[in-house]
């Protein structure tokens, strides 16, 4: 099978021009990128940084909720990661702030909240609105760290843009690789049920049971590059931050055999339901028209077993990143950060996919290993942010403060004290179109009990309030009960620290 190029940029402050190469083969990509991170070790971008502070390893992960293990789910099978959250901090209610790849992305890498960014859509360039942002990445690279990226980081289209650089922030790094496999180049294979709400194959219901071997996958190569990344950087006297963006478990849907073996599809079952779930639900809430798509029940099972075995498989890679780092001996000083950038529903209240304020959405996997953390091999329970991130890897490396004022919270209290106190509440936030250009806004906020969320100024479009002491599935809006008046009041409080103030952005 031919192989398709990957893409490597080199990006040296002392040069305005950036050293691009297309690259055939992805032998020819090896022996290619150990020269050029050979020279990108040697000669200095930056000013040097102390071999002792801590390295940082970045994995993201696309539309990932929190069918793993470690979460406590029944059936889906994720034994590198639930080893990763027995070493490290997991984190019960970690929530995104806009779910939708662009706006968390790009939330979480400035640290700003998606109003300060102005970014709202997938196809608003960060640099177009905060152009002097410093991003995450950019900050460690101006502060002596090699960086580089593999894959999905900051925003792609997949599977359209797979193999390109997408809405990189070439400025962030001294090394790109946008690995490309043939869950990509086979595309035609796939079975597409519906393009969903869009015209691309990026909001299908879609899925692929390929044969073959992970490694020709895009992820698989994508962390066999991650791994030759490391090899270089663990012969280097400069701290790294390596991240390693996979597009998996975005639709469509794709793993190989083996995965999809895991989960014979009779056993897979869809999400409870409640007789009258949608009725106290505000109209402009749902996303999906009509529920489920239209589709079978058939159909919606093979969708997520093809979630699962996508989710199962990334599992799998990220063993190999983590076996890397011990037999490099690097794991005793390399902070391991595993997130997605935001939830993912399959079928709950007859929804998919992202867009959402339902909780499932929103809440994220947030794991956070920062060796000899007091809180290594717990579980918090503070509802916290993907916007924390930031200042908290600041920290924990001894960075300066960026230009622009973070939004976030440094977790590092959290670290050693998983059960501290933290924030009162977090937030998150979702478009929804009026037509002629013109959007309002949902914001939802989130305690260690209840959602609330308000559509349109002052909630005019629709309210919700969940109880997730008593109604974890959100099936019963509370927002109009006398009774939870008070509480009302209260979570409208949270919300005005963070709403911009007006609905049409």
Known sequence: MKQRFCMVKIARSSFEAHLVRNVRSFSSLSIMLAGVLSLAMVVPVHSAAPKSKPNVLFISTDDLNLDLGTYGH???????????????????????????????????????????????????????????????????????YFTARVGKIFHYGVPREIGTAGK???????????????????????????????????????????????????????????????????????????GMGFYRPHTPFVATEKWFEMYPKEEVQLPSSHPDDLKDVPDISLHIRPANYGLDESGLRDCIRGYWASVSFIDDQVGRLLQALERLKLADNTIVVFFSDHGFLLGEHGQWQKQLLFDEANRVPLIVYAPGAKGNGKSSPRPVELLDVYPTLKELCRLPDPPQKIEG?????????????????????????????????????????????????????????????????????????????????????????????????
């Open 168 to 242: 990189d922030d070439p400025i962030s790094w001294d090394v790109a690789i946008n690995p490309i496999g043939r869950d990509k180049t086979e595309e035609d294979k796939l079975h597409v049920l519906t393009r969903g709400t869009g015209s691309t194959l990026g909001f299908a219901m879609a899925w692929l049971e390929m044969d073959g071997t992970d490694e020709e996958q895009t992820d698989g190569r994508g962390v066999t590059e991650t791994i030759k990344l490391l090899e270089q950087a663990a012969k280097s006297d400069k701290p790294f931050f390596i």
């Open 409 to 505: 919270r440094s977790l590092v209290p959290l670290l050693n004290k998983p059960t501290g106190s933290f924030k009162p509440a977090v937030f998150s936030q979702v478009t929804r179109s009026l037509g002629k250009n013109k959007r309002m806004m949902g914001y939802s906020a989130r305690t260690e009990r209840w959602r609330y969320t308000e559509w349109g100024p002052d909630g005019s479009e629709g309210r919700e309030l969940y109880d997730h002491k008593s109604d974890p599935r959100e099936f019963v809006n509370l927002a109009n009960n006398p009774a939870q008046a008070k509480v009302v009041a209260e979570m409208r409080k949270h919300l005005e620290t963070v709403r911009v103030p007006g609905d049409q952005k």
């Open 74 to 144: 029944p059936k889906v099978k994720t034994p590198h990661l639930d080893r990763l959250a027995s070493r490290g901090v997991k984190f019960d209610l970690a929530y995104c702030q806009f779910p939708l790849c662009n706006p968390s992305r790009v939330s979480m890498l400035t640290g700003l909240r998606p109003d300060t960014a102005r970014v709202h859509t997938l196809e608003t360039n960060f640099r177009s609105t905060v152009p002097d942002a410093v991003t995450l990445p950019q900050l460690f690279r101006q502060n002596g």
